[in-house]
């Protein structure tokens, strides 16, 4: 199975990063401020990337599945999962009765909360991670732990270089940040978007 664009297009993301970005490796790792910027730079706008890729792929299966329900009265699995994720969160003895009698309100209801609950991310941590794929209908046990326990420390290094000033951050490692990204992060996400593209 094809993988989806959207990850085609994270991938050419991640690689015009590299290009633009990270200076030539240097094995003493002595690498300068401006260099130590240009590679924190890439780490931070890989993890937005990456971030954006999951908050598409979730929107475009909900909304597909949406019009799907609407258009022909399709039944999905995504849409079922939604359901049984979200619907609990919403205060339905504030809505009318004969709206939450509706089919369709309901559905509408939980799938645009949902849709807001994704606008309002903000992060790849595995709770994060979880959050949008788990309602959609990816299981839980489909997902690999150390990659989560991965994604956690990658957002936790998102947060020191966003929010800690360079005068308190350790020397970075350009090879290290790389492989992270490249070997560590990218090949489960691969795993992932067939997954996601599976989804009925």
Not at 3 to 13: A, I
Not at 89 to 107: A, P, S, V
Not at 121 to 140: A, D, F, R, T, V
Request: some cysteine; charged content about 25%.
């Amino acid at each position: 199975m094809a993988h989806s664009l959207r990850h085609k297009k994270l991938l050419s993301r991640i690689s015009e990063l590299e290009k633009n970005l990270l200076p030539n490796p240097k094995l003493n790792g002595d690498y300068t401020k401006k260099e130590s910027d240009l590679i924190r730079s890439y780490v931070l706008l890989s993890h937005a990337e990456i971030e954006s890729y999951f908050e598409d792929i979730a929107e475009s299966k909900v909304q597909k599945a949406l019009f799907y329900w609407i258009s022909s009265r399709k039944k999905s699995n995504c849409l079922l999962s939604i359901m049984a994720f979200c619907s609990e969160e919403i205060n339905w003895g504030k809505i009318q009765k004969t709206n939450k009698e509706k089919l369709d309100f309901r559905i509408n209801k939980v799938t645009n909360h949902f849709l807001n609950k994704l606008n309002n991310n903000h992060g790849i941590k595995s709770e994060n991670i979880l959050n949008i794929l788990l309602p959609i209908g990816i299981e839980s046990h489909e997902l690999d732990q150390t990659w989560l326990n991965t994604m956690d420390n990658f957002g936790s290094k998102r947060g020191q270089f966003a929010h800690m000033s360079s005068s308190v951050q350790s020397q970075i490692d350009l090879v290290t940040e790389k492989n992270n990204i490249n070997k560590s992060i990218l090949p489960e996400i691969e795993n992932i978007d067939l997954l996601v593209k599976k989804i009925k």
